[in-house]
């Protein structure tokens, strides 16, 4: 079981930066795949990135690639999600999630979950 502690979210303008980080704790996260997943309301969860902890190799959706980047510290055991260029419609929940091996887009392949941290992009 891996424990997984988001922070980083906030209240910010169109076109501002925005970093998120996810703290992971429980176990070794060699060969796990962490990921980030949003929730706006009224709508499905939805993936946003993905990075695999060994090697380091990232995916992302359409919706945020070029504006997005996904890393890892192994020395801190931490994720981030670095978001440039926010627009409105960023607006949601951000959730961290990491699962060991999977290498899927799909919110139900993922079985450890942080709580969440808030991000508003105002207009």
């Known amino acids: 079981q891996v424990q997984l502690v988001e922070s980083g979210g906030g209240l910010v303008q169109a076109g501002d930066s925005l970093r998120l980080s996810c703290a992971a704790s429980?176990?070794?996260?060699?060969?796990?795949?962490m990921a980030w997943f949003r929730q706006a309301p009224g709508k499905e969860r939805e993936f946003v990135a993905r990075?695999?902890?060994?090697?380091?190799?990232?995916y992302y959706a359409d919706s945020v690639k070029g504006r997005f980047t996904i890393s890892r510290d192994n020395t801190k055991n931490t994720m981030y999600l670095q978001m440039n260029s926010l627009k409105p419609e960023d607006t949601a929940v951000y959730y961290c999630?990491?699962?060991?091996?999977?290498?899927?887009?799909?919110?139900?392949?993922?079985?450890?979950w942080g709580q969440g941290t808030q991000v508003t992009v105002s207009s």
């Open positions: 999630a990491a699962d060991y091996g999977v290498r899927t887009t799909m919110r139900y392949d993922y079985d450890n």
């Open positions: 429980g176990r070794s996260l060699s060969g796990y795949t």
């Open positions: 990075i695999r902890w060994s090697i380091g190799t990232t």
